[in-house]
């Protein structure tokens, strides 16, 4: 049945490639040995191809399949989401990421349930969470390997691949820091083999960074992936890649184009620290995504799940035709993170109000699911809780966005897209209006019982925080 052979290439890094510690101490270092790298060339799109990895002297895997990439698929399906990490089955002195072991789960339920229909997954930054220690990319590769053997595992470089303190690239107003634990982009940059040869030198021993910037096609979607890391200012040859590559997409064949990177151009969390680093890319950056009409901008970093209103300039839009909808899908399984942005100092606010730019905001774990024909394409953000959906929104290839789930929907989305949402079915619609005429009646009810029980308690709140008690006070 294995009928061909596909020679591999054999690459390795040495402890002096690394540019910090842990990565080039003797407790973070441990010898990669060879990593090989094989393509497999003139596939038919759609079919199952069957493989094994090996050698005879060596020995072989056992046999894994995979769907080709179909550029002419009727329907595109991605499991998009950052910071996944992993964990070890074991208990180790560094921070591991339990949680990922659910995001995996989910999306193996899911492929499996495609069938033959092909799908990918992008991982876009802060991937094993090793941060200079060696060992931890081996465990997160064993993690993945029910996926990644089945689909294409895409990746964006992520600051805990590569930061380091005399990265070539540093911009008084950036913070970058050492976040990379002195890897310095180098496992990353041979273990992974993604399109295109975006190459940046290190500046130091270590092989010049890679897997930065590409693109590619599949089936109704233009799939474009950039570094945050590295320099994507005008005039950079990051900036370049990406005007060109906007510029040139057909959109005949593909209507949708979805741009990936690391760190957010917009989130509503307290991320302060990248404040400046979101300014840039919302000056250099954006004004190439709202003149190209990208279709819908993910970001990872911070660790939450985000969806923002069609934007530019940070005020909403109507359709995405100009003003891409941007999403933060950093929740794959790294825990820590910022709060939201606490409210100025306005009383009568929520402590941490949401803005009216973010449709949708849940400190969840979970994975971003994306469906896409010629017509529409649709992103579903699934939380590991319960591998359900929660929060859905929909482009149209017209331009319109259908924001939200259901219950969402009826809440925030004008009546005709929410009409457009529940379809054709005139007993929905009705359900809709009942439901409504419902609530309405329930709201009017609680207002006139708020009236009354307030008038009670007179004015001895008089609207003033409490402060909550606790042992210490
Ligand atoms: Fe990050």
């Known amino acids: 049945m294995l009928g061909n052979s596909a020679a591999a290439r054999g690459v390795r890094y040495e402890r002096e490639h690394m540019c910090n510690a842990p990565a080039n101490s003797s407790i973070g270092w441990r010898d990669p040995g060879w990593i090989f790298h094989s393509v497999m060339k003139n596939l038919n799109g759609g079919v199952r191809y069957y493989y094994q990895v090996g050698s005879d002297s060596k020995g072989w895997s056992e046999i894994h399949s995979f769907i080709a990439r179909d550029v002419y698929a009727e329907e595109t399906i991605a499991f998009m989401f950052g910071d996944m990490g992993c964990a070890t089955p074991y208990t180790t002195f560094i921070r591991t990421q339990d949680e990922s072991i659910s995001t995996v789960k989910w999306i193996l339920r899911d492929i ?33 390997e029910p996926i990644a ?34 890897e310095c982009g180098v496992p990353y940059s041979l273990k992974f083999n993604m399109p295109g040869n975006s190459s940046e030198p290190t500046g130091t021993k270590a092989p010049p960074t890679r897997n930065l910037y590409y693109s590619y096609d599949m089936g109704s979607v233009h799939f474009l992936y950039i570094s945050t890391e590295t320099n994507f200012l005008k005039g950079g040859s990051q900036y370049e890649f990406i005007k060109r590559d906007l510029e040139s997409v057909n959109r005949e064949k593909t209507p949708f184009i979805v741009v990936q990177g690391h760190r957010p151009m917009y989130t509503t969390s307290n991320e302060v620290r990248d404040a400046m680093i979101r300014q840039k890319m919302v000056e250099h950056l954006e004004p190439l995504f709202v003149e190209n009409n990208v279709t819908l901008a993910l970001w990872g970093h ?4 985000e969806r923002f209103c069609p934007i530019s300039n940070n005020t909403c839009g109507k359709q995405w035709r100009g003003s891409p909808v941007h999403l933060v899908i950093g929740m794959g399984g790294q825990d820590w993170q910022p709060i939201w942005q606490p409210r100025p100092n306005h009383p009568g606010l929520p402590i941490f109000p949401q803005p009216e730019q973010s449709m949708y905001r849940r400190g969840e774990f979970g994975y971003t699911r994306l469906v896409a024909n010629k017509e529409k394409l649709t992103v579903s953000f699934v939380g590991n809780h319960d591998g359900e959906v929660h929060d859905t929104v929909e482009m149209l290839a017209s331009g319109e966005v259908i924001s939200g789930s259901r219950e969402d929907t009826v809440k925030t989305v004008p009546a005709s897209a929410a009409a457009a949402l529940v379809g054709k079915s005139e007993s929905n619609v009705l359900w809709y209006v009942k439901g409504a005429g419902l609530m309405v009646i329930g709201v009017l009810l609680g207002f006139v019982m708020g009236f009354f029980t307030r008038g009670k308690k007179g004015s001895s709140s008089d609207n003033r925080w409490i402060p909550v008690k606790n042992e210490e006070t």
């Open 112 to 144: 499996e349930a495609l069938g033959d229909k092909p799908a990918l997954v992008s991982h876009i930054g802060d991937i094993s969470y090793a941060r200079g220690y060696s060992w931890v990319w081996d465990e997160f590769f064993a993690q993945i």
């Open 149 to 182: 053997s089945r689909v294409p595992y895409h990746v964006c470089i992520g600051n805990h691949e590569y930061d380091f303190p005399t990265q070539p690239w540093k911009p008084d107003w950036g913070t970058y820091g050492n976040d990379g634990g002195g």
């Open 302 to 305: 911070v660790h939450r799940y």
